[in-house]
């Protein structure tokens, strides 16, 4: 069996069911679609669909996926029970980006290639919604 995952992005996920995705292929595409997408569209939410739910019926989980085309560089936040980390990595601005036309601001040092931001988004799909490793992390701040 295939792992899913639900994404949301776009300003009409909130009208109709977000995408589902199972593959490694279907990341890529994903990935590709935030690039060339709408700049107020360059932020995705993944929750796994083989995670049990909180008894509020809420993801336990959730991972971000922001990407910016012209620095071909993108970010990963993951938060879970135990607290909320984004990558870490070695541009020294604070980049924001945005998910449904809303933008959200995450640290300097935060950005990391967009090789690793595919690789980080397969690793979460195949393990079927934990943090990824192939990635370093840092406490997100508030």
């Known amino acids: 069996m ?4 639900e994404v949301t992005y776009r300003m009409d996920h909130g ?4 995408l589902i995705i199972h593959t490694h292929e279907e990341v890529d595409a994903l990935i590709d679609e935030l690039l060339n997408g709408p700049i ?4 995705a939410q ?9 008894p509020s019926g809420f993801p336990d989980h959730e991972l971000l996926v922001g990407v910016d085309r012209n620095l071909q560089v993108g970010i990963l936040a993951y938060l ?10 070695t541009l020294d601005r ?5 998910i449904q036309g809303h933008m959200t601001e995450f640290p300097a040092n935060s950005e990391i290639p967009i090789d690793l931001v595919r690789q980080g988004v397969k690793e979460f799909l195949s393990s079927e919604g934990w ?3 192939c990635v370093e ?6």
Request: charged share 20%.
């Open 2 to 5: 295939q792992a899913r995952a």
């Open 15 to 18: 009208e109709r069911p977000a």
């Open 40 to 43: 107020y569209e360059n932020l």
């Open 46 to 54: 993944i929750h796994s669909l083989e995670r049990e739910s909180m």
């Open 80 to 89: 879970d029970s135990d607290g909320s980390v984004v990558t870490l990595g």
């Open 94 to 98: 604070s980049p924001a980006y945005y």
């Open 131 to 133: 943090r990824p490793t």
């Open 137 to 142: 992390w840092q406490a997100a701040q508030s």
